[in-house]
């Protein structure tokens, strides 16, 4: 079983759509919690970054962490054509090694 | 004020040669990761120093594989004897931290590797 589970998707919503992104882990001691988004070719720009459980708001994107259940979400509000590129979740149980999901391939259609 | 970068963008050589890859940190980040990303996959951890030492290379494949980070600033990737399932884009990430505590990643665009 990976560490970290991510449906890979391809997702594809129209502009102005809510979009939910999610991730499932294994790993108990995982306390950082990270989104990514990835352009192609591209090296993953981070978007969110969430320790321990709770909701963490950024303009129009809210990241969740429910520890309770090993699962995180990230929501874009409003998406955007900009918005399309791969979402990458990333988490961390002492802040070195990092542990990545497949990441999900969005597309927002104008 | 730049960002991580890493030379070369792309790198095509022929099974069983040598490549070395670089990675220019963000001034002043002391943590610096390299990670192996094959396509539709997710970045997968190598090997993170802190400050000129390795401190965690438990992700590197095998013997082919090493890194060095001598004055505690760029870092080099160097794979020998290269395979073709060496091919993947190869990131490099830095970060503030100090030991015992986590800190944001910065990554770099990558080099595109290709074994022929």
């Known amino acids: 079983q990976k560490e970290v589970e991510q449906d890979p998707g391809p997702l594809s919503v129209p502009e102005g759509a809510i979009v939910s992104l999610n991730c499932t882990y294994s790993?108990?001691?995982?306390?950082?919690f990270m989104w990514y988004r990835q352009y192609s070719r591209k090296g993953p720009e981070l978007l969110m970054y969430?320790?321990?459980?709770g909701n963490k708001e950024d303009g129009r994107f809210t990241a969740q962490v429910d520890k309770s259940s090993k699962y995180i979400s990230l929501f874009i509000r409003d998406s955007q054509p900009s918005d399309s590129a791969t979402y990458l979740c990333?988490?961390?149980?002492?802040?070195?090694?990092?542990?990545f999901g497949t990441g999900t391939s969005l597309t927002v259609i104008p | 004020g730049a960002g991580v970068s890493q030379t070369p963008s792309n790198k095509v050589t022929e099974k069983g040669k040598y490549v070395e890859l670089r990675c220019d940190p963000i001034s002043g980040h002391t943590a610096l990761y390299w990670y192996r990303q094959s396509l539709g996959q997710g970045p997968e951890f190598l090997i993170y120093f802190q400050g000129t030492g390795a401190a965690d290379d438990s992700g590197l494949p095998n013997d082919r594989f090493f890194a060095v980070r001598p004055e505690g600033s760029v870092s080099t990737l160097k794979i020998q004897r290269t395979e073709r399932g060496d091919s993947a884009m190869y990131l490099c990430?830095?970060?503030?931290?100090?030991?015992?505590?986590?800190?944001?990643?910065?990554f770099g665009p990558g080099t595109r590797l290709t074994v022929l």
């Open positions: 969430t320790y321990s459980s």
């Open positions: 790993n108990s001691a995982f306390q950082y």
């Open positions: 990430a830095s970060s503030l931290t100090s030991r015992g505590r986590t800190d944001t990643q910065y």
């Open positions: 990333a988490m961390s149980a002492y802040g070195n090694q990092f542990y």
